[in-house]
């Protein structure tokens, strides 16, 4: 088991790698990665719905319902059991995406007018809010293996109305491909987030890889979390399909476009 100290430690370290390289649209000579990263990434608009949003997560984090919370992936980063009872405030505090990376997945959506999406790893459903919130049109599809998590994100979005979110409970390696062929064309985003290991994050990967199309976007969740996290991160990078990946320290965007040279951008957001 690791030490708390000692796994903050390595994930300051991999933060100031990131520090070290990241770039901002100064110097971007590829028009697709300039005009997503001014257009989408760093807009500093407001969206009517982040203040609902926000408000059911500072609800969340004053919930002391006690859950018993099962974690299929990693876990924690300091070794603590997998299984355990939690309030949901720590679930929050923990595992839910902060408000700004949640905020930077709508835009996204938004910006590519996705109407097919998929989020592995639903947690108390802050994230998949922000995902089905870009648009009513937008069909969400969201995976999470753990019936105390899944319970209250279904609260989430009856408190935020959100009618275009599907909640499909249990494993992923059992509900992924029944997920995949009920959407009935090929997806437009691809939310990676519910597994922090090697292995499976590059076979989750594999098998969403034939569901993509030219403009699909894969988003793969906390790339630095660790150092296998950073393998896989560089596994899915040298994937012949991949053209194009942004790294923005928490998540990594992951692109398909035909004809394109392979590239890889650190960039600020």
Known sequence: MISPLLAAAAHAARYARYWWQAGTAHGLHAPFVYDLYTLALRHDGEFAAFGPIEARRTALLADQRLIAVHDFGAGSRTGAPAHRPRTVAQVARTA?????????????VNYLRARRVLELGTSLGL???????ADSRTRVVTLEGDPASA?????????????????????????????????????????????????????YVRRCLPHRHAETVFVLDDIHWSAEMERAWEAVKQLPEVTITIDLFAVGLIFFRPNAPKQHFTLWV
Do not use: C, M
């Open 151 to 203: 319970a209250v994100a279904r609260e989430t979005f009856g408190a935020l109305n959100l009618a275009n979110v599907e909640l499909v409970e249990g494993e992923f390696s059992t509900t992924l491909d029944r997920a995949l062929a009920a959407f009935g064309g090929p997806l437009d985003v691809v939310f990676f987030d519910g597994n922090h290991r090697y292995e499976p994050t590059l076979d």
């Open 127 to 133: 994230t998949t809010a922000y995902l089905a919130a």
């Open 96 to 108: 839910a995406k902060p408000a700004r990376y949640g905020q930077l997945l709508l835009r996204l």
